[in-house]
């Protein structure tokens, strides 16, 4: 069983930043992809960014170049640093951990952090 538990979400202004943590209850990063999704009211859940195990990255369009996900094996931590935030970045933001090279597929998912952007 794995465990996700997202924090460090909060209310900021437009053009500041924020740093998410997703704490991990074991060491997964050499199996699994971790992610970062996103679901705003009244929209779909989107994928935000994404981390393999080998090391590849994947952003949303809308985030590219203002948001960074990164790993620590030894805190077993997922981190979305988000720069320039807009207020169209406003969603309940989730982390996700897949294998669905493995048998059977796993995934897990947190809870979420809120983040709020708005003047």
């Known amino acids: 069983q794995v465990q996700l538990v997202e924090s460090g979400g909060g209310l900021v202004q437009p053009g500041e930043s924020l740093r998410l943590s997703c704490a991990v209850s074991?060491?997964?990063?050499?199996?699994?992809?971790m992610g970062w999704y996103r679901q705003a009211p009244g929209k779909q859940r989107e994928l935000v960014a994404a981390?393999?195990?080998?090391?590849?990255?994947d952003y949303a369009d809308s985030v590219q170049g203002r948001f960074t996900i990164s790993r620590d094996a030894a805190k077993n931590t997922v981190f979305l640093q988000m720069n320039s935030l807009k207020p169209e970045d406003t969603a309940v933001y989730l982390c996700?951990?897949?294998?669905?090279?493995?048998?059977?597929?796993?995934?897990?998912w947190g809870q979420g952090t809120q983040v709020i952007v708005s003047s």
């Open positions: 996700n951990a897949a294998n669905l090279r493995g048998y059977p597929p796993r995934n897990y």
């Open positions: 981390v393999t195990s080998g090391g590849m990255t």
């Open positions: 074991r060491n997964i990063f050499s199996i699994y992809t």
